[in-house]
């Protein structure tokens, strides 16, 4: 597994090509669920979306979808901790702001801690707490269409690591439409809302948020950031025909 840096400050973005295998990436595209997407209420931005904790997953995970069973053997336990030991300087950076919070000097320590990768919340007793820390994978199906867009976020505290999968059909296929990124003095470690893609916001969007990177909407390449205080990141409106969607593939690891 090798990690391709494409930006180190202000926050760690980076991609590990070719972690799809032909087959793979088919078989995921192939089963890519299609069935009660209709019935997902939108999110702001016209997003829809369903991950582990749904109840929709949890019916396709019981029936063995095969799409569910190949990200699972892909994201294991040894591939997360393989990559938490080669971030592991990057992580500990990203996680350093306000030390004197009490609530960060906490999360800096549940960083150093051994890892440990769970499906759940787990109760730890006394010793587990004070030696482990429990690391939880979710996999979201996301579905973006014509006029789609998230609007720029940090993304929640407990997040550590974000990993896109995207799935293009050949109208769409490296297009820059992927997660766009932002170099912004204003820190956001909390992820305070913030829509700044609306017209009361947009002055305020181009005097303090310069882009960066936008990914491209690329095949077979697992594209990841790391979660800290300016990991500002967003999906841009969404220029694509009406029978197109923008299909991806969202690994979260959370602590």
């Keep these: 597994m090798e990690i391709k840096f494409l930006q180190k400050k202000p926050f760690y973005i980076f991609v590990i090509e070719n972690f799809l295998n032909d087959n793979e990436y088919q078989m995921l595209d192939k089963n890519f669920p299609k069935d009660g997407i209709d019935n997902i209420a939108p999110v702001v931005g016209n997003k829809k979306s369903f991950d582990a904790r749904d109840d929709l997953f949890k019916s396709l995970d019981n029936d063995k979808n095969l799409s569910i069973e190949i990200l699972k053997k892909k994201f294991d336990e040894k591939f997360f901790l393989n990559l938490l030991k080669k971030l592991k300087k990057e992580i500990f950076v990203s996680r350093l702001v306000k030390l004197a919070s009490l609530d960060n000097l906490r999360n800096l320590y549940s960083i150093i801690r051994k890892p440990k990768i769970v499906n759940k919340e787990i109760k730890k007793n006394l010793i587990q707490k004070i030696l482990y820390s429990h690391y939880q994978c979710n996999f979201e199906f996301s579905y973006m269409y014509k006029n789609s867009f998230i609007h720029p976020h940090t993304d929640q505290k407990s997040k550590l690591l974000s990993l896109m999968l995207y799935f293009p ?33 947009i002055s305020s969007l181009k005097e303090n948020f310069e882009e960066t990177i936008t990914f491209p909407f690329k095949k ?36």
């Design 220 to 255: 077979k390449n697992l594209y990841c950031f790391i979660k800290s205080d300016s990991s500002w990141h967003a999906v841009k409106k969404l220029e694509i025909p009406e029978n197109e969607v923008r299909k991806s593939i969202n690994i979260n690891l959370k602590i």
């Design 169 to 201: 059909n050949k109208n769409l296929e490296n297009l820059n439409i992927g997660t766009t990124f932002y170099n912004s003095k204003i820190k956001n470690f909390y992820n305070k809302r913030m829509d700044l893609f609306d017209k009361e916001y």
